[in-house]
């Protein structure tokens, strides 16, 4: 704690209670607690709503006021050493009692140089990933998963730990909170997920959200897993007792609890929310809703000589929340120079991995592309105690590819984990379980199903380091390409449009050996990493394998043919195509095309690509991928616009056809480049 920040009054001395603590006869103490934690949430709360107008504090400011009543006993419960937990816009209470100097969390309003986001995310968008409170993005549902995920590697760490996530009525509606309950349910997660209630979404009530007649927490029957509700607004002791029977009950049970707590929202969606759609006699009812006063009134009915208490304590929290205040007002603004180069996590120490490509030979003969990933899964679970592999029909099936074929008879369902159709929700609980300390590998079946987890690939896995330092390794394998009539939602290539997002790597191998050596280079990567695999290289051919000291030079393109004419860049299935026309053109037109394998395609290295162009003169591209925003315009303008005067001609790019992928094999061969084709475009522009 830095020492300019003011010390805590001694009310706030205590940030733990426990059940027994509330009642029925609730402790004095428990109820000076109770009070002070609450009366801070408010006036912090009102206070930053104050300097948002004041125009001291930018963006935007969503306020609590009205939720203290439910979120300040359930993070007063918790058990802080253990549980995981992520607090949405409604819970400031929650991140000032869970960890942390008030300092520090206007620090994050002000968004200034101690922000612990580093200023790089906005107000209530942080959390303390070391202390497991996850820092919430605006898609309030894709956070469920990420709890459940966390609270595994918790549990499989060997702590009683217990899962708080939360969503509004609004959420409710999302797909990952169903996807999440689902899969906790099914897994038997200690995970409490808990309704706020606040009967508005944004300006939508919940009368234009879900039927009439619907009440959420009964949702529960199904998933198999039991549903309460709780009125905060009404009878805030009793409300929050029986949320601690229902946090006591998901410790002792292990099982999941779909939690509905009616709560107030005094000041609108946020602070730039008019409220005009509310009638008059409406708003007043929100605003006698409010479960302060009558918290205070519960209080003093319990113990009428506390009532000096309250007031010090109403006193002393105004004197430490302005001193806190004008400490942070004081803090210097972020420099630009704080921000890193690239947004990935440093590089990783390389694995002592055993100099063994099975678990008894440094070699493998015979072995197709696809077999050669089966043995870096398998090389991976063997050597690896924190790695797990994941997705739809990768048990006793051995995924749709045979990817996986043999790994769960010999490491069991624990850590070869067939999921449940449910792309985004498994995704989250995969980057919970990477934030956890495990390593997960995710099989997408084709990578096009990985549209249905974008959120959670790229604005919560991608996003984790730059805005919190949080490490996110886990690896996505995707199976993509055509030339298979597979149609086009199993055909794709979506490179372009996964990497127009930053914090993402990618590798896409070309050969057996770089598909094996590119698993285990993304394994121990400590960032988020795609892995493309052409699905027609899968078993094209018998291949030789070893073991590669070397693994970590796929971050870098391979010279696969030299030549003196043209430098060629491609990767995938299309570096055969490139060696093939390449081939052709020096036989038949003495024309030598230097063919590079690009392999990584985030983050890129171009420096032997550049010095090649500046031999050759020429630039070509080729890429399956659609050629209007295809990967191709990224490599030719990283390298024109420092090469320009170095070309004799434009570069060429050759690409698929701006469609969807067409199914019939005439169709689909006309849609993607083909090697005559490519022949061809390299004979007219070689000229």
């Not at 049970?253 to 409220?275: K, M, N, Q, V, W």
């Amino acid at each position: 704690m830095s020492q300019n920040f003011p010390p805590a009054p001694a009310c706030l001395a205590n940030r733990v209670l426990r059940a027994a603590d509330l009642g029925p006869a609730p402790s004095a103490d428990a109820l000076r607690t109770l009070y002070a934690w609450a009366a801070l949430s408010r006036r912090a709360d009102n206070r930053i709503l104050e300097l948002f107008r004041q125009g001291l504090i930018k963006g935007t400011v969503t306020g609590g006021q009205g939720n203290e009543a439910l979120i300040v006993p359930l993070a007063l419960l918790a058990d802080k050493s253990t549980d995981v937990v992520s607090f949405t816009h409604r819970d400031l209470g929650g991140h000032l009692i869970w960890s942390g100097h008030l300092c520090e969390h206007l620090n994050q309003y002000f968004a200034n140089a101690d922000s612990p986001t580093f200023a790089r995310e906005g107000n209530i968008h942080h959390g303390d990933p070391a202390n497991r409170s996850l820092p919430m993005i605006s898609h309030l549902g894709s956070m469920l998963s990420h709890v459940a995920g966390r609270t595994d590697a918790q549990i499989r760490a060997g702590h009683a730990a217990v899962g708080f996530a939360f969503f509004g009525d609004g959420g409710s509606s999302t797909g990952d909170i169903h996807e999440t309950l689902n899969l906790a349910a099914l897994l038997s997660l200690p995970v409490l997920f808990v309704i706020e209630n606040n009967r508005y979404a944004y300006s939508t009530p919940v009368a234009e959200q879900f039927p009439a007649g619907v009440e959420l927490w009964q949702r529960a029957a199904g998933y198999g897993i039991e549903g309460l509700r709780a009125d905060f607004t009404a009878d805030p002791l009793g409300a929050a007792r029986t949320l601690a029977d229902a946090m006591a009950r998901v410790r002792a049970t292990r099982r999941p609890i779909l939690f509905e707590a009616l709560t107030s929202r005094l000041r609108g969606h946020a602070a730039y929310d008019t409220c005009d759609y509310l009638s008059a006699a409406e708003n007043a009812s929100i605003q006698a809703s409010d479960p302060l006063p009558k918290l205070r009134a519960q209080i003093l009915a319990a113990d009428a000589s506390l009532a000096q208490d309250l007031d010090r304590i109403d006193t002393e929290l105004a004197v430490w929340v302005e001193a806190c205040i004008q400490i942070s007002l004081q803090v210097p603004r972020p420099s630009p120079a704080s921000l890193p180069a690239d947004a990935y996590a440093p590089e990783a120490p390389a694995l002592p991995w055993q100099p063994l490509v099975t678990a008894d030979s440094a070699k493998a003969e015979n072995i197709t592309f696809a077999q050669a990933l089966t043995l870096a899964h398998a090389k991976i679970l063997r050597e690896r105690p924190e790695s797990l592999v994941l997705g739809q029909d990768i048990g006793a099936y051995g995924g749709a590819f045979k990817i996986t074929e043999g790994l769960l008879a010999l490491h069991g369902r624990a850590r070869v984990f067939n999921t449940p159709l449910a792309e985004s929700a498994c995704t989250g609980w995969a980057v919970g379980m990477a934030l956890g300390g495990h390593r997960p590998i995710e099989e997408f079946q084709f990578a096009d199903f990985a549209t249905e987890a974008v959120t959670q690939i790229a604005l919560n896995a991608g996003t984790y380091h730059f805005r919190s330092g949080a490490k996110v390794p886990v690896v996505f394998r995707l199976p993509a390409g055509g030339g298979l009539t597979f149609g086009s939602f199993h055909s794709q290539e979506l490179e372009s449009a996964f990497l127009a997002y930053p914090g993402l790597k990618a590798l896409y191998p070309s050969t057996a050996q770089d598909a094996f050596d590119c698993l285990l280079a993304a394994y121990e990567d400590d960032n988020p990493v795609l892995l493309f695999e052409h699905k027609a290289l899968y078993r094209r051919g018998k291949h030789a394998i070893a073991w590669n000291p070397a693994y970590r030079e796929v971050w870098r393109p391979r010279l696969v043919r030299p030549g003196a004419h043209a430098t060629l860049v491609t990767y995938g299935e299309m570096t055969q195509l490139a060696v093939e026309a390449a081939a052709y053109l020096e036989t038949e037109y003495e024309k030598s095309v230097e063919v590079w394998d690009l392999r990584a395609l985030a983050p890129l290295h171009l420096d032997e690509i550049r010095a090649s162009v500046a031999r050759t003169h020429r630039l070509c591209v080729l890429h399956e991928g659609r050629r209007t925003h295809g990967f191709g315009a990224e490599l030719v303008t990283r390298i024109v616009e420092e090469q320009f005067f170095d070309l004799e001609a434009p570069p060429l790019r050759v690409a698929s056809l701006d469609l969807p992928v067409p199914f019939a094999p005439e169709l689909e061969q006309a849609y993607r480049p083909t090697r005559d084709g490519l022949i061809e475009k390299l004979v007219t522009w070689l000229g």
